[in-house]
């Protein structure tokens, strides 16, 4: 598989060329992907159940969302873009998360969205090794809707900008990458701990988990409630998902399905939305709003673990 399969992507699903910004803007807006500057169309609501909660959102994220959005607390969100043959991420292939996302805005803007709503945003090793210039901000993920996010941000009391936290069972991480150097919780066990001692940016804590080889993503959610983050967005990749997902601890999943078809040849490492980890019977989803932009559909499901239908999968 060639690694500029970006090149087949619509021209609006690509980055342009950035020049003249100083070295404080650049720093902040390197690897941002850049969005349709307000031009993006409010997404169609399809379907939205009734009784959700709605924060105070500023008229120009309401009107983008095509209605209010809000979460009841505590809670942990999280959030892909798939194709519609499941597949999440493409190892080994350049910008393989713009190939899947096909051009969306809409899934730009909904990512940035949901930072500004959350207290935390949780990743794993892996997502921040694949992303070496990114912070995970909402005005990363679009730009043009910075002003408002902050707005939001204000309202509800919150810091500038979401926390970030990095689990990495072993320690083995980019120390200089851009988003430890501004500031990031990086849970670990203990022997990542002592591996990370000491050589972490000023502005990066280090948390010890306890022993083993991994992390445990129940202890991974408690230290972040310790902190008083009651909304944590997760964008880990797959497999720490997976294995939130089968421990209980996802409340919500938002989901932009793309129109792609990519396939898995045999032997392909092309990862799934869950990953080394059996889900099997661990929880239901129930759809809870439908959006669409063009031929991109946005779900967003409530995960919701019955008891009688754990017991009994048939069900």
């Known amino acids: 598989?060639?690694?500029?399969?970006?090149?087949?992507?619509?021209?609006?699903?690509?980055?342009?060329?950035?020049?003249?910004?100083?070295?404080?803007?650049?720093?902040?807006?390197?690897?941002?992907?850049a969005d349709s500057a307000n031009g993006m169309e409010p997404l169609d609501v399809l379907y939205e159940a009734d009784g959700l909660p709605a924060y105070d959102l500023p008229d120009e994220l309401r009107t983008l969302?095509?209605?209010?959005?809000?979460?009841?607390?505590?809670?942990?969100?999280?959030?892909?873009?798939?194709?519609?043959d499941g597949i999440v991420a493409i190892p080994g292939v350049a910008h393989s998360n713009r190939l899947i996302r096909a051009g969306s805005d809409a899934d730009r803007f909904v990512m940035g969205l949901l930072r500004a709503c959350a207290d935390v945003v949780l990743i794993g090793s892996g997502t921040l090794h694949?992303?070496?210039?990114?912070?995970w901000i909402p005005e990363r993920a679009f730009p043009s809707a910075s002003p408002a996010f902050s707005e939001l941000r204000r309202r509800r009391g919150q810091p500038p900008d979401p926390e970030l936290a990095v689990v990495t069972g072993s320690g083995a991480l980019d120390r200089d990458h851009p988003a430890l150097e501004a500031g990031a919780l990086v849970l670990t066990t203990d022997a990542g701990a002592e591996r990370l001692r000491g050589r972490l940016p000023a502005a990066s804590e280090l948390v010890a988990l306890g022993s083993g080889t991994s992390v445990d993503p129940r202890d991974a959610v408690a230290a972040l409630r310790e902190r008083g983050h009651r909304l944590v967005?997760?964008?880990?990749?797959?497999?720490?998902?997976?294995?939130?997902?089968?421990?209980?601890?996802v409340d919500e999943l938002f989901l932009t399905s793309s129109p792609v078809i990519v396939g898995r040849p045999q032997g392909d490492t092309r990862l799934?939305?869950?990953?080394?980890?059996?889900?099997?019977g661990s929880a239901r989803l129930e759809l809870r709003s439908l959006r669409r932009e063009g031929d991109h559909v946005l779900l967003r499901y409530e995960v919701n673990p019955r008891a009688e239908e754990l017991r009994d999968p048939s069900l």
């Open 272 to 280: 799934g939305l869950a990953e080394d980890a059996d889900a099997l």
């Open 65 to 84: 969302y095509g209605g209010p959005l809000g979460f009841t607390e505590p809670r942990v969100v999280a959030n892909f873009v798939s194709t519609l």
């Open 1 to 33: 598989m060639a690694d500029n399969l970006v090149d087949l992507l619509p021209a609006q699903g690509r980055r342009p060329a950035r020049g003249g910004a100083s070295c404080a803007q650049a720093r902040r807006t390197e690897g941002v992907v």
């Open 130 to 135: 694949g992303s070496p210039r990114t912070l």
């Open 233 to 249: 967005l997760s964008e880990a990749g797959p497999t720490l998902f997976g294995t939130m997902l089968a421990a209980g601890l």
